[in-house]
RNA sequence: CGGGGAAUAGCGCAGUACGGUAGCGCGCACGGUUUGGGACCGUGAGGUCCCGGGUUCAAAUCCCGGUUCCCCGACCA
């Protein structure tokens, strides 16, 4: 009966039995790769598809790019290589010939896409570039797992190109917005928006900022990140464009990129054990119909109103399903459930008596979630009831994360913060800083977060004035 | 890539100490009875026992090598 391990039990293994029994991805003959399944596809494209739609409104076109990179591209960029060739998988035959130069699978798009933006790039008004790609990329990962670590991934980059480091320094910035906007209006996910500390910065970026989300077993996830590529990029390829003065310029760059990962924190954010809970924003099916009969008349009668009812839920715009499989009841209600569809109308022949129907609400599981609503309006009562469901899983995130988030002036206290939850602590910008922590207490620095107030603290491993806090969790 | 566990039907597992020709629950197919919170009875289908080698009359079981998955580390979106 028990198809999905309890999360208190075995948090991995549940994560793992929600995948598997809500129908979203399946283990793929390929060591450390998934295949997305329709549901949880679906899934992705409805966020894709928010997403996109941001990125369009902030002024970016799509486009797409080669996945074979030669590896001398890679090589242009000194601190870019030497952070993903331990990750690389590098095509060195094709048409059954030694290739004369390796193409690596691309594991990120800037070298190629800088190559391109050099020859499109002459003046100061052919900028800024602002183009996104929708892609895939490999990197060769060691230890893997469903849609938070996977060789192969499905996400977007966008690489934009700027005249001046205000202009892109702006651009870095509002994409940082835009996926923090992304997470909390249609993932329900409050996410701690920050500047990545220098060791966990992106390979050849000046700086990079992320949006960190606090998963069911408080542990952190990098959801989304943005890059100051500064020119270096600009440099390695010749980005260069001819301003107003008549001189020659570098470009000023940026990358941003958001992974199918946050297909997985929308899982471990929201789910229970009783399997996924989804925002109904972002939910495949909105609303599932399961019509309830004993027999062959009460079928007919009951279809017939299913039906109807289920016309008028589509036509209102939502995404609804009829289930009309063979099963009992019962298991239609679980099964709805451990896929994590908001919201559930029931029909049986009382309410066809009643012209009522039994509306049930999966962030209250079980019948305390339910009631009995008249067929008479209710596709404005469902919608009213998934936008209260959509804003109760971001209020419930968000209360939970702020519980497990303290702040610490000491390095015992920050010691026993990550044992089960978020630490905010003074330190300063130090790899090695970063690195005896993580050492010690298995957390990373995470980000120093945007939203804090300043103010004078002392960096809790070497004492030194400091004016701002970091987040440190042990993260995915 | 290091340390630990595991791999037998779609899923969960037993069988392995002591070698003898593969089983249980759920799921699946069909028939019937059921149907307002994971229905029941009957019949049936489904297996390279992870892969490759070795020992043996005989290997799921013993030996050697490899692969994959899970957990904990190092690396990362």
Known sequence: MAKITPRSKDYSEWYLDVIREADMADYAPVRGCIVVKPYGWSLYENMRDFLDKRFKDTGHSNAAFPMFIPMSFLQKE?????????????????????????????PTSETIIGYMYAQWVKSYRDLPVLINTWNSVVRWEKRTKPFLRTMEFYWQEGHTAHATHEDSQAEVMRMLDVYEQ??????????????????????????????????????????????????????????????????????????????????????????????????????????????????????????????RVFKTLKDAGLRVKLDDREETPGFKFNDWEMRGVP???????????????????????????????????LPERVIALLDEIQAGLLKQATAFRDANIREVNTYDELKAAVEDGFALAPVVDDPEVDAKIKEETKATNRNFPLDQAEGEWKCIITGKPVRERALFARAY
């Open 343 to 377: 919201a559930r109308v029931e029909i049986g022949p009382k309410d066809v008596a009643n012209h009522s129907v039994a509306l049930a609400r999966r962030d209250v599981p079980g019948k305390p979630g339910k009631a009995f609503v008249p067929q008479d309006g």
């Open 182 to 307: 992304h997470a909390l209006t249609e993932c329900a996910i409050p996410v701690i928006k920050g500047r990545k500390s220098i060791s966990e910065r992106f390979a050849g970026a000046n700086n990079t900022y992320s949006i960190e989300a606090m998963m069911g077993d408080r542990k952190a996830l990098q959801s989304g990140t943005s890059h100051d590529l500064g020119q270096n990029f600009a440099k390695a390829f010749d980005i260069k464009f001819l301003d107003r003065d008549n001189t020659e310029k570098l470009c000023w760059t940026t990358s941003w990129g958001l992974s199918w990962r946050m297909l997985g924190a929308v899982i471990m954010v929201h789910g229970d054990d009783q399997g996924l809970r989804l925002p109904p924003r972002i939910a495949p099916i909105q609303v599932a119909i399961v019509p309830i009969y004993r027999n062959d008349a009460e079928k007919s009668v009951v279809m017939e109103t299913a039906a």
């Open 78 to 106: 000194a601190e870019h290589v030497k952070g993903f060739s331990p990750e690389l998988a590098i095509v060195t035959i094709g048409g059954g010939e030694e290739l004369e130069e390796p193409l690596a699978v691309r």
